[in-house]
């Protein structure tokens, strides 16, 4: 088992988690379940996933668990994208934090590549398919219903 708290892309994830909601916290009330709620979701996300996959004992799991904190992590981005339009994030906010995510999503991307490389292809394969399995099915439950 891994101690995820020694892992650089945990910490820089779990930085852009606060700081998400830190700059959140401004949002309209109106967007408390709406933009609010998915961004810091997406944002938690990322890093519990890092943790989750450290503390695998297979290594056909640990990439599987990146790869699901990637998809999050892109949501994030996406998130953040909105925010800004509809003028919840400044210039400044929006630069920082999608900085942030910038170095996140670089320091994940290496993390993944060593853990593939460890893990061999097969794993890498089979844990990609089983992402976007989750990834489409998590992002199906978490759209809001149109009445």
Known sequence: MRDYTKIEAWKLADDLTVAI???TRGFPRE???GLTSQVRRASYSVPSNIAEGSARSTQRD???FLYIA???LSETQYFMHPAHRFGYLTDAEHGHLAADAK???GCLHGLIQAVEKESGKFARVAA???SMVVISLATLVS???VQ
Do not use: A, D, Q
Request: glycine share 4%.
């Open 70 to 72: 990637r998809g999050s």
């Open 143 to 145: 759209r809001p219903v």
């Open 21 to 23: 909601y830190e700059r």
């Open 128 to 130: 990609s398919l089983t």
């Open 103 to 105: 170095r996140v999503f």
């Open 62 to 64: 640990y990439p599987h």
């Open 31 to 33: 967007e408390i379940y």
